[in-house]
């Protein structure tokens, strides 16, 4: 009886484990198109894009365990409005602030993916 219980203990946490791993770790909504659109912001541009990605096989494999369709992809820097130039103390003091962020921040860029699950 111990031993039974043991195993199902340990059935339990595993799949509670496996499915805290299947998880969605950015944003996915539906468009009015009907396609979805994830988005995630990380430090790197890879894994912005690993996370997206996966999120879409995620929403797809809820949806009917189809296979997503990319539409589109995108990346883009959040520091992108701190690196434009200008003259002076302005363009010194943005291209520090630029630095400082892509040192520090845990969020340099931004993914996009916009799919549909065929």
Do not use: W
């Not at 199902?8 to 484990?17: D, M, R, V």
């Amino acid at each position: 009886m111990k031993k039974n219980t043991l195993i199902l203990t340990l059935l339990a946490t595993s799949a509670l484990t496996l499915a805290s791993c299947a998880s969605i770790k950015g944003t996915v909504y539906k468009q009015k198109s009907g396609d979805y659109k994830a988005t995630y912001s990380a430090k790197t541009e890879a894994e912005a894009l690993k996370v997206v990605h996966s999120d879409a096989k995620i929403t797809c494999k809820e949806k009917g365990g189809k296979t997503p369709a990319v539409v589109d992809e995108k990346v883009s820097s959040l520091t992108e409005d701190t690196e434009k130039t200008g003259e002076g103390f302005a363009a010194v003091a943005g291209s520090a602030v630029s630095a400082v962020d892509k040192y520090f921040s845990s969020e340099v860029v931004r993914a996009e993916l916009t799919f549909d699950c065929t």
